[in-house]
């Protein structure tokens, strides 16, 4: 089966249209699957070194949290998990949170898991609206469209025990937007990204805190070359942070 991370977009009547459909867990599972290999291909502290992926800039070294950046070598090489990304390279960002100012899981889990999209055209300056065009399953896979038309996917994971505290379960979810073919609106530019947010908790041996991981393949659409929107990508990913962190804890 393909990777269902794909740049191409999928059409809407081709997706499982309810929870009920023989296929809609295998569905969900392939993407949770891919999602999950994608974001464990990337270079870490324990595995620095990839040969699908080079490590950018710091970005966000005054604020809340370091962003540190990573983006595929080549589009030729796509790293596991991802689907056809029709000559764009895959860009990364991992913040880790810890302290006393820094989010809890439980804040990260109502603005990133619950209403994503909503709550994005709240922290996010050039989101300006967010609107559902199918729900297939409430809170969980759903159609959004804004300047991009896509198929949100937010699951919780299963946990993962502690190496630290046999009575802890680390908890961790995943938020998933593929691409889907839908009518562009009057006086919109068409783009298309596809992405995976994984978001968990980190062992007090592996120092403790949240760590947010983005991954996205994207394609601005319209006039913008490919070369600038691919430059400017990891600048771009990391600003999101600060900014989702600025607006939990306004909240």
Known sequence: MASPLSLTPARLETVPQSSADPSYQAYVDAAVSAARDL??????????TSDRWATGKTFQT??????????TRSAARLPPGSGETEGYRWHARRSVHRGENAPSYEAFERGLLRDHS???AKYIESCTEARKIKVIEEAELEGDNRDFTFLLLTTPLPSRPSASDSTRALRSFVVISIPVEHPSEKGYVR???VSVEHIQELDEAEGGGIEWIMAVSSSAGGMVPKLISEKVMPS???????SFIEWVQKQ
């Open 118 to 120: 909503v709550n994005e």
């Open 39 to 48: 974001v464990t291909s990337l270079p870490s502290p324990t595995s620095p």
């Open 236 to 242: 771009k990913i990391s600003e999101d942070v600060p």
């Open 191 to 193: 783009g298309r990204y």
């Open 62 to 71: 005054g604020g809340p949290a370091p962003v540190h950046t990573y983006s």
